[in-house]
């Protein structure tokens, strides 16, 4: 189940949005030295250029373009094949977060837009 508060649990399970990519956050306030790690992670062969970054006033994210191998596609809907399974990380099943937004759920509840 979802247990965010921030989405209505009948609309969940169908866009499949927050699992094809994941996202590592980093503050703006890391040693410069660290932040330069970002551009490393860039260049490794593997990713090329499915990392892209996401920078807000506070943060810099890494988005990181590979899907979830737990989503399952069928007729345009997504879900997740392991959804009522123990195994589905405790942190999908709170998201979105308080901080989300629509770019990251398009059904978060109006009020957190
Ligand atoms: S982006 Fe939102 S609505 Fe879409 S699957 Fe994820 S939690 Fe559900
Ligand atoms: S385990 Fe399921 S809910 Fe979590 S990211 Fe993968 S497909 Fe999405």
Not at 56 to 76: F, K, M, N, Q, Y
Request: overall charge negative; aromatic content about 8%; charged content about 30%.
């Amino acid at each position: 189940m979802n247990r965010s508060p921030f989405i209505d649990p009948e609309l969940c399970r169908s866009c499949g949005a927050c699992c094809k990519t994941f996202e590592i956050e980093y503050a703006r306030s890391m040693d410069p030295i660290d932040l330069s790690e970002i551009d490393r992670l860039r260049a490794l062969a593997e990713f090329g250029d499915r990392i892209t970054t996401r920078e807000d006033g506070e943060t810099i994210s890494l988005v990181i373009d590979i899907p979830c191998r737990h989503l399952v596609e069928e007729a345009g809907r997504y879900s997740c094949r392991v959804y009522d399974d123990p195994c589905r990380p405790l942190m999908c099943e709170h998201f979105p977060y308080g901080a989300s937004s629509l770019a990251d759920c398009p059904h978060m509840r109006r009020r957190h837009q």
